[in-house]
T-cell receptor
């Protein structure tokens, strides 16, 4: 199994551009989530999904959209990038709700 | 909301020495996770503790959960260069489907 995969690894955007961070898992996990990691702030939850077709907001959802059309994929969309969204983004998945979460390698995003 | 405080924030130890990292919760713990992150990489799951008094070990790393103190400790025996990195504790909130709340991490440096 590849586990949790994320693409791209690095991305530089200009303010106002949009893009989608991809996340996929091949473990048939029901629960998937997105976090951002910032210096001094730790990891914070952006959005999560408890199954295909179901998504909800986490602690810092503003400026981000998600959808979950399949069990395997959980893309994160930045509609209009802002410098405040410069961060490292991690996707995670777990077999069921409130179980051990397994993390992808991360995407390092810089917004100029 | 639940907050997790880790101490120390950073730690420099000589190779071969023992060390302890603490994680204290502002609210009742319903399970506590320990992860390790190498600089620039994703989070690697180490251990999960669910019950008060529970203690788990993997190789030279031991984690304990003290439910009454709302605290967990991570102890490394005879530290090695491979132990260097950032150690993060995480916990689920009491209810709901949301993700993990994380501490800000402990940066561990091992000096040869």
């Amino acid at each position: 199994n590849a586990g949790v995969t994320q693409t791209p690894k690095f991305q530089v955007l200009k303010t106002g551009q949009s893009m989608t961070l991809q996340c996929a898992q091949d473990m048939n996990h029901e629960y998937m989530s997105w976090y951002r990691q910032d210096p001094g702030m730790g990891l914070r939850l952006i959005h999560y999904s408890v199954g295909a077709g179901i998504t909800d907001q986490g602690e810092v959802p503003n400026g981000y959209n998600v959808s979950r059309s399949t069990t395997e994929d959980f893309p994160l969309r930045l509609l209009s990038a802002a410098p405040s969204q410069t961060s490292v983004y991690f996707c995670a998945s777990s077999p069921i709700l409130r179980d051990t979460q397994y993390f992808g390698p991360g995407t390092r995003l810089t917004v100029l | 909301s639940q907050e997790l405080e880790q101490s120390p924030q950073s730690l420099i130890v000589q190779e071969g020495k023992n060390l302890t990292i603490n994680c204290t919760s502002s609210k009742t713990l319903y399970g506590l996770y320990w992860y390790k992150q190498k600089y620039g990489e994703g989070l690697i799951f180490l251990m999960m503790l669910q019950k008060g008094g529970e203690e788990k070990s993997h190789e030279k790393i031991t984690a304990k959960l003290d439910e009454k103190k709302q605290q967990s400790s991570l102890h490394i025996t005879a530290s090695q260069p491979s132990h260097a990195g950032i150690y993060l504790c995480g916990a689920h909130g009491r209810g709901g489907a949301d993700g993990l709340t994380f501490g800000k991490g402990t940066h561990l440096i091992i000096q040869p």
